[in-house]
């Protein structure tokens, strides 16, 4: 048993460490920049450092990966020689490496939005929490010239803006958040409405904006709205509408919409030189 | 700068586990859920000296992993700051310690603290305790803390110098 003048100090340490801590939350909840800062400069410098770390380490975690992976991988190793024995039996090896090749340089251009420059980056870590935070990094920040509120996109659509810019890294909010909230329209009937992201779900939902009289069909494209005060530009494909809520007390229809963009699998993405209004 | 000074030592410890955790763990997942070796390092400071240790130990740890998650700054460091001390008094209760007791008390600590993390960020709106891996996640990263405690709890008495506290217990 610790003495007494020493469990009252331990007490004593227990309250004053807490009271930091919850003195942080709320400065953070005020939004205080000092904090995005100080987290761009740990991402800044665990960066480099974590990719030295990944060279030595990349063949005991691609073992640990295939041990925990292994149904994946088979999976994959089969789909892989069916393709490879499709390539053979047709002898077009070298006609696919170029269509693979054109391919590529397809997916570096975009054909919703003419005249905003982008910026091609690799999604270079995922989510440090086990829990689902929607944000992952990305390897570019404002060195390369990007800022905060930039639109994130692939080929397929909106995935998310660009939430803290480190001088080499930047956290992008994915679309998901349920804090990811944007302006929207209804690619065949022009309605806008409001949407945002749907968490866990991984889906986007529009909930105001869209009356009960508007017509709706499941497979509809929305796109964002672009409207002045928009955090995005117009046009970009968000989604299709998956199913249709209506609410007879909000007088309103709820859409979930399915996301165009494959949220799980990044790897590449371009990031939209568009600053929003301020 | 001494190996002999404790406080050299622990920020030994905190670096080799934060580069660890956030450049070599983060891509080690087990059913898509990752160890948390700062909560293990937390835990494992409590058990081996104390409820005070736990508190420092663990409010740094919390700060450090607040760094590198996107979730409200502070809520890492309270979680772990509270987990810290409840370590510390659970490690003061051990009359008979044995690995079994360490490696028992490493893995509800850990359940605790993830629990802890996500109520506290469920408040503050980021719907933690709704996610559809809670379960797993609390059962991964307690299981996989237990295996790791008995080298924990050495490199903690190590960095804590702790033949005195053995001697007092």
């Given at each position: 048993m610790r003495p007494v003048a020493t469990r009252r100090r331990t007490r004593y340490l227990l309250v004053v460490c807490s009271l930091v801590a919850v003195t942080l939350i709320a400065l953070d909840a005020g939004g205080l920049p000092v904090f995005n800062s100080a987290r761009s400069v740990a991402s800044d410098t665990a960066s480099p450092f974590g990719g030295v770390v990944d060279t030595l380490t990349a063949p005991f975690r691609n073992a640990w990966n295939g041990i925990t992976g292994y149904d994946d991988l088979v999976a994959e190793n089969q789909q892989l020689r069916d393709r490879i024995g499709e390539l053979e039996s047709e002898g077009v090896l070298e006609q696919s490496a170029r269509e693979q090749l054109r391919r590529l340089n397809e997916q570096l251009e975009l054909g919703y939005v003419d005249g905003i420059p982008t910026q091609v980056a690799r999604v270079s870590s995922g989510a440090y929490s086990n829990f689902a935070d929607y944000r992952v990094e990305i390897d570019k920040g404002s060195s390369s010239g990007l800022a905060e509120g930039m639109p994130v996109v692939t080929r397929s659509g909106l995935v998310g803006r660009l939430e803290r810019v480190g001088s080499s890294t930047s956290v992008v909010q994915l679309a998901t958040d349920p804090e990811f909230v944007i302006g929207v329209r209804l690619a065949s009937t022009q309605d806008l409405g409001v949407g945002r992201g749907a968490g866990a779900r991984g889906t986007f939902v529009v909930d105001r904006g869209i009356d009960l009289e508007d017509p709706v069909r499941t497979g509809e494209a929305v796109l964002t709205s672009g409207l002045s005060t928009s955090i995005m530009p117009p046009d970009i494909p968000v989604g299709v509408v998956s199913r249709i809520d209506p609410s007879p007390t909000t007088r309103e229809q709820l859409l979930e919409v399915t996301l165009s963009a494959e949220l799980t699998k990044l790897d590449v993405v371009q990031v939209l030189e568009w600053e929003p209004p301020t | 700068m001494s190996l002999e000074s404790p406080a050299v030592r622990w920020a030994l410890v905190l670096t080799v586990v934060t580069a660890a955790q956030v450049s070599l763990v983060g891509d080690l997942s087990l059913f898509g859920v990752h160890p948390d070796l700062l909560l293990l390092l937390t835990v494992a400071a409590g058990l081996s000296g104390g409820p005070g240790r736990?508190?420092?130990?663990?409010?740094?740890?919390?700060?450090?992993?607040?760094?590198?998650?996107?979730?409200?700054?502070?809520?890492?460091?309270?979680?772990?700051?509270?987990?810290?001390?409840?370590?510390?008094?659970?490690?003061?209760?051990?009359?008979?310690?044995?690995t079994p007791v360490w490696v028992a008390a490493t893995a509800g600590l850990s359940a605790a603290g993830t629990v802890l993390y996500a109520a506290l960020g469920h408040l503050l709106g980021s719907q933690s305790l709704a996610d559809p891996n809670l379960i797993a996640i609390v059962g991964i990263v307690s299981l996989v803390n237990a295996a790791l405690c008995v080298p924990a709890l050495a490199v903690c008495r190590w960095a804590g110098d702790d033949r005195s506290a053995v001697r007092i217990r």
């Amino acid at each position: 048993m610790r003495p007494v003048a020493t469990r009252r100090r331990t007490r004593y340490l227990l309250v004053v460490c807490s009271l930091v801590a919850v003195t942080l939350i709320a400065l953070d909840a005020g939004g205080l920049p000092v904090f995005n800062s100080a987290r761009s400069v740990a991402s800044d410098t665990a960066s480099p450092f974590g990719g030295v770390v990944d060279t030595l380490t990349a063949p005991f975690r691609n073992a640990w990966n295939g041990i925990t992976g292994y149904d994946d991988l088979v999976a994959e190793n089969q789909q892989l020689r069916d393709r490879i024995g499709e390539l053979e039996s047709e002898g077009v090896l070298e006609q696919s490496a170029r269509e693979q090749l054109r391919r590529l340089n397809e997916q570096l251009e975009l054909g919703y939005v003419d005249g905003i420059p982008t910026q091609v980056a690799r999604v270079s870590s995922g989510a440090y929490s086990n829990f689902a935070d929607y944000r992952v990094e990305i390897d570019k920040g404002s060195s390369s010239g990007l800022a905060e509120g930039m639109p994130v996109v692939t080929r397929s659509g909106l995935v998310g803006r660009l939430e803290r810019v480190g001088s080499s890294t930047s956290v992008v909010q994915l679309a998901t958040d349920p804090e990811f909230v944007i302006g929207v329209r209804l690619a065949s009937t022009q309605d806008l409405g409001v949407g945002r992201g749907a968490g866990a779900r991984g889906t986007f939902v529009v909930d105001r904006g869209i009356d009960l009289e508007d017509p709706v069909r499941t497979g509809e494209a929305v796109l964002t709205s672009g409207l002045s005060t928009s955090i995005m530009p117009p046009d970009i494909p968000v989604g299709v509408v998956s199913r249709i809520d209506p609410s007879p007390t909000t007088r309103e229809q709820l859409l979930e919409v399915t996301l165009s963009a494959e949220l799980t699998k990044l790897d590449v993405v371009q990031v939209l030189e568009w600053e929003p209004p301020t | 700068m001494s190996l002999e000074s404790p406080a050299v030592r622990w920020a030994l410890v905190l670096t080799v586990v934060t580069a660890a955790q956030v450049s070599l763990v983060g891509d080690l997942s087990l059913f898509g859920v990752h160890p948390d070796l700062l909560l293990l390092l937390t835990v494992a400071a409590g058990l081996s000296g104390g409820p005070g240790r736990g508190v420092v130990v663990g409010f740094v740890c919390g700060l450090v992993a607040d760094l590198f998650l996107h979730t409200r700054f502070g809520v890492a460091t309270l979680a772990s700051t509270l987990v810290g001390y409840a370590a510390g008094v659970a490690g003061d209760t051990v009359v008979r310690p044995s690995t079994p007791v360490w490696v028992a008390a490493t893995a509800g600590l850990s359940a605790a603290g993830t629990v802890l993390y996500a109520a506290l960020g469920h408040l503050l709106g980021s719907q933690s305790l709704a996610d559809p891996n809670l379960i797993a996640i609390v059962g991964i990263v307690s299981l996989v803390n237990a295996a790791l405690c008995v080298p924990a709890l050495a490199v903690c008495r190590w960095a804590g110098d702790d033949r005195s506290a053995v001697r007092i217990r």
